[in-house]
């Protein structure tokens, strides 16, 4: 091989290479902006909860007719990843299927084992729930979800999430999250989970007139899993 055969060789070898950094730095660009810290105010998923859970009865963090023979309970962390996937991909089918139509019931309690931001946010959902909105609060939080204990579960955040909600007064759930009655009751519900032999979230538990009282569910596989043992304890 000639000297000019071996200078165009390096020329387009130096320019293969320049090009292949160019995209591997593109394709980083693209992956961190497609993640998200959490925290941001400007939320997702409004509408599409609303609808999700319009004409259903709330009280607390319980959706569904009052009167409901079941009652199907969801103990989870709202940071947890996995308590998020639940909440978009197996628990509307329930809701639809059998909280909907007034069969049974689905109550939230918290089981804050990621960190002192899940204490505040479960503290936040009771709040929105005393004024008829924790379901809405809960599935908004799980859609704008971010980062666990990265510090995106702020004032800011939170005050987002309980507006979109339909939260009508700030100020009396301002108070409320922050009371030592309702942070208390989100450790006595984390107790209860513990008491019940549950080591992750989501876990779940049935009550019903054949379930022989708190029947424990642990991790569902599906809806169908929930539904079938929703029937069971009819």
């Known amino acids: 091989m000639s000297a000019d055969e071996r200078r165009q060789r390096l020329v387009k070898l130096a320019s293969a290479t320049v090009f292949l950094a160019a995209v591997a730095v593109a394709v980083l660009i693209v ?3 497609s993640q998200t810290d959490g925290g941001d105010t400007s ?3 409004v509408a599409a909860v609303r609808a999700d859970l319009d004409g ?3 009280r607390g963090l319980v959706l569904g007719d009052p009167g409901a023979k079941v009652t199907l309970v969801e103990f989870g962390d709202l940071q947890c990843p996995a308590c998020r996937g ?3 991909d197996v628990l509307p089918q329930v809701i639809e299927s059998r909280v909907r139509g007034g069969e049974a019931r689905i109550e939230f309690r918290n089981f804050t084992i990621i960190g002192e931001e899940s204490v505040a946010a479960g503290a936040a959902a009771i709040a929105a729930g005393e004024q008829g909105r924790g379901w809405d609060f809960v599935e908004l939080f ?3 979800q971010g980062f666990e204990n990265s510090g995106y579960v ?3 955040f939170l005050t987002a999430v309980a507006r979109a909600a339909g939260v009508s007064s700030i100020e009396r759930w ?3 999250r922050k009371s030592q009655r309702t942070i208390d009751r989100v450790a006595a519900e984390s107790a209860e989970a513990r008491r019940l032999g549950f080591g992750g979230t989501p876990s779940f538990a049935v009550e019903g007139p054949a379930a022989g009282g708190l029947k424990t569910l642990g991790t569902s596989g599906s809806a169908g899993d929930l539904e079938s043992a929703i029937d069971d304890a009819r």
Do not use: K, W
């Open 31 to 33: 992956i961190d902006q």
């Open 43 to 45: 939320l997702e998923g």
């Open 56 to 58: 259903i009865p709330q």
């Open 86 to 88: 639940f909440a978009e």
């Open 142 to 144: 799980y859609r704008n």
């Open 154 to 156: 702020s004032d800011d």
């Open 174 to 176: 301002n108070r409320v």
